[in-house]
């Protein structure tokens, strides 16, 4: 008998997702049908799941074997108290490449000081002939978390010369890059970046990761582009710091609260660029790819892809 898959994604795109995932499934040699319903939650064996599904309590599927997520952010579910199986985060070449973009847009947008001339067409000739601007492998740029989505976009930095350097939980080595772990690490590290590109889970020992004293130790006139959680930055501190001149910019893509209310005062701030929380998206016809061979190493046996530590909490 076919193995069952519960769809608990987002009902409005599921038509994009069911289809994808069966035929990623089957190329994949495996007897397992996508359902969207759980009339029978005992019958279920895996589950394909994203915060926006309707199901977020998985004590009636008792014979659960595995949890694949659809988002490579899992805080909204790895605390889950009646999740008892293994779970797996979203690693998806689309997103990968989707971040790249967005990262390496914004890192170019900023250091190239683009907003000036497209926010000031009027008419005056504003051509600055004191200095010559500085070349990419004059900036360093720090990528908080060397993951799927941090390696990715350090590499990508790096082939357009910026000096890229990184910071992670577990000390990495990577060709050209200059590599810290720890809090020691990350304090030095951020004392010689011009640009901080956020890119770490939010989990409890994330959270305000740059408060007051880190943003303290930041070169002056540095920018941060955040796209990786809003429980990263302590606001209050990240506006002192916009305010009193040692940071020159924030692009910011996530938030604590989403959407970020009205009357935030991101919005209205000269030095913050909003965006919407798209940095980047999981696309069906890449990530059913990646669900498909955990559906398929569950179904012989074989140790999963991409676990998430419910203890470490990514
Ligand atoms: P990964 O789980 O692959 O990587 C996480 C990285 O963060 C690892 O290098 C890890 O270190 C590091 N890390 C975790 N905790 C700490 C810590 N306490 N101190 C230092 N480093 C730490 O994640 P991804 O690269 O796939 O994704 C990163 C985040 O991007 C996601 O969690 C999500 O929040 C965000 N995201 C945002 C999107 C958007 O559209 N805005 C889209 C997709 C993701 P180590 O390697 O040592 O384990």
Not at 27 to 40: L, W
Not at 217 to 229: E, F
Not at 246 to 265: G, K, N
Not at 266 to 284: M, N
Request: net charge neutral; charged share 20%.
């Amino acid at each position: 008998m076919a193995s069952k898959i519960l769809y608990n994604g987002d009902r409005n795109v599921a038509g994009k997702w069911i289809p994808e995932l069966n035929r990623a499934i089957a190329a994949k040699g495996v007897d397992a049908e996508i359902v969207t319903t759980s009339t029978e939650p005992e019958a279920i064996k895996y589950i394909v799941h994203s915060p926006r599904g309707d199901v977020s309590d998985f004590s009636p599927f008792t014979g659960l074997v595995a949890v694949f997520g659809l988002w490579a952010g899992v805080e909204e579910i790895v605390g889950n108290p009646t999740l008892k199986v293994p779970l797996s985060k979203m690693v998806d070449s689309s997103l990968t490449e989707g971040m790249v973009e967005y990262v390496v847009a914004h890192v170019l947008r900023i250091h190239l000081g683009t907003d000036f001339h497209v926010l000031n067409q009027d008419g005056v000739w504003r051509r600055d002939q004191t200095l010559p601007p500085f070349l990419a492998r004059q900036r360093t740029v720090l990528i908080l978390g060397l993951g799927a989505l941090g390696t990715a976009c350090l590499k990508a930095l790096s082939i357009l010369n910026f000096q890229v350097s990184g910071w992670s939980r577990t000390p990495k080595t990577i060709d050209g890059a200059s590599t810290y772990s720890g809090a020691d690490g990350l304090d030095r590290a951020l004392a010689r970046a011009d640009f901080v590109v956020l890119l770490l889970p939010s989990t409890a020992d994330t959270r305000n990761v740059l408060d007051s004293r880190r943003f303290a130790l930041m070169k002056k006139g540095a920018s941060i582009i955040n796209p990786g959680r809003g429980t990263l930055i302590e606001d209050a501190a990240l506006l002192d710091s916009l305010d009193n001149g040692r940071l020159a910019s924030a692009t910011l893509d996530v938030f604590w609260e989403e959407p970020l209310p009205p009357s935030h005062r991101y919005w209205s701030h000269p030095k913050v660029t909003v965006t919407p929380h798209i940095a980047s998206e999981t696309r069906p016809e890449t990530a059913s790819l990646s669900i498909a061979e955990n559906v398929r190493r569950a179904e012989s046996g074989e140790e999963l892809l991409h676990l998430v530590d419910r203890i470490r909490g990514y």
